[in-house]
């Protein structure tokens, strides 16, 4: 429920409410029943809990694989998203001007859909109600964290709200507040980054076919190219388009209007879809990997990009977070039901440990491919093709990577 004035203390205090701190509060809310505890979401931008759910043309989506939807499920959230999502049924791989490419559909790996695509104003508009509706977690917002300092017995944060500064003390502290958290800064944080010197290209497109279910990650000379499955809307066969770009290239494509973008786009897609009509509003950023030092201290636990920010190749970084999400929500209940504080380094440290692995050989799988696919060295270009002719011809390859892309492989 959203309140005008916080209390002096919390057990929980969680800085952002965007997708990753909200199912975050969900997902404890949910599994600690009646068990008490005190819960604050600051959060910077006023939520948007309008009930409509007429999708826009340029919304920005979101790859949700089949573990987030079961995590969503195992909450009551993905009801509510059911009737707004594009499911993906198969998704084709390919490397532009090269022979070898792999397709996984959802036949084969006997499941309902590999993943599905969800645009994230509707996903934001069902976690902001599920938090307005509860009667356990304040929402505080719009507020702003302007000092937070560590204390004998936790955290303790200076909270800006309206023309108000309140002061709180937490047992802990969950930074979810994006990859350039300032509270992150301020605690001095530091991160390991690693430059790709490449820019994502992101914006909606529409093709002549449509897309009959299917994802799209084909490979260039300047990163992959992904295409995701949209509903159509007024007929239109919509598509969400990922579309990674060289530094110079980035700088050009931005100042292109939409006729001299498209043979652009159609010469590196191609045709799978017939001729590419539309595209809609552009979006272009910098891509990087960045991966907190530290990733808890007593007291407090980082979550979604302020802890690891991915190349966006196969659709990682959220569906890594809610993993991550869960693991913590277990950690953090199993520990109460313990009667241990949660801001316990042994707590958090225990959370590190179940997370480990999963964001290690997540973060080296988009990192590698993303490597060895935006080379066009020979040894590399001969190693990719070996590489998807043997997926393709071995099922228990397709399979890992199967798993690995529907979020179901932590090895």
Avoid at 44 to 54: E, L, V
């Amino acid at each position: 429920m959203q309140i005008s004035e916080p209390d002096n203390f919390y057990d929980l205090v969680i800085v952002g409410g965007g997708i990753v701190g909200a199912s975050f509060c969900c997902a404890l809310e949910q599994e600690l029943g009646e068990t008490p505890l005190s819960i604050l979401v600051v959060e910077a931008i006023s939520p948007n809990t309008n009930s409509a759910r007429q999708s826009s043309f340029d919304a920005k989506s979101t790859a949700l694989s089949f573990g987030s939807r079961k995590f969503l499920e195992g909450i009551d959230l993905w009801q509510a998203l059911d009737d707004a999502v594009s499911a993906i049924h198969e998704i084709q791989v390919s490397d532009r001007g090269r022979l070898g490419s792999v397709k996984i559909n959802r036949d084969e790996q006997d499941v309902e859909a590999l993943g599905y695509v969800v645009e994230n104003k509707r996903l934001g508009q069902v976690l902001n109600a599920r938090l307005n509706e509860s009667k356990k977690i304040n929402l505080l917002c719009p507020a702003l964290v302007s000092c937070v300092k560590a204390t004998e017995k936790g955290m303790q944060l200076d909270l800006n709200h309206g023309d108000t500064e309140t002061r709180v003390d937490a047992s802990l502290v969950v930074l979810a507040d994006g990859g350039k958290s300032p509270v992150c800064e301020q605690l001095g944080i530091a991160q390991s980054v690693e430059r790709y010197d490449q820019h994502a290209l992101i914006a909606n497109i529409v093709f002549e076919k449509p897309h009959q279910h299917v994802a799209f990650e084909r490979f260039t000379d300047t990163g992959p190219l992904a295409v995701l499955p949209l509903e159509s809307i007024d007929g239109k066969n919509r598509g969400s388009l990922v579309w990674t770009l060289s530094v110079e290239q980035a700088a050009q494509y931005r100042e292109l209007n939409e006729e001299e973008l498209l043979p652009l786009l159609q010469e590196r897609f191609g045709y799978k879809l017939g001729k590419i009509l539309e595209i809609g509003e552009t979006f272009v950023y910098p891509l990087s990997l960045c991966i907190a030092k530290e990733q808890v201290r007593p007291s407090l636990a980082l979550l979604g990009n302020v802890a690891h920010t991915l190349h966006p190749v196969a659709g990682q970084g959220l569906n890594l977070a809610l993993r991550d999400t869960r693991a913590l929500v277990d950690v953090l209940v199993n520990a109460k039901q313990q009667g241990l504080g949660l801001g316990e380094m042994n707590v958090l440290l225990e959370y590190v440990a179940c997370q480990e692995a999963d964001q290690a050989t997540t973060t080296q799988f988009t990192h590698n491919i993303t490597k060895l696919f935006s080379s066009n060295n020979e040894a590399k270009v001969w190693l990719r093709k070996f590489g998807l002719v043997a997926i393709e011809l071995l099922p228990t390859l397709r399979r890992g990577l199967a798993e690995r892309a529907m979020g179901l492989s932590k090895s």
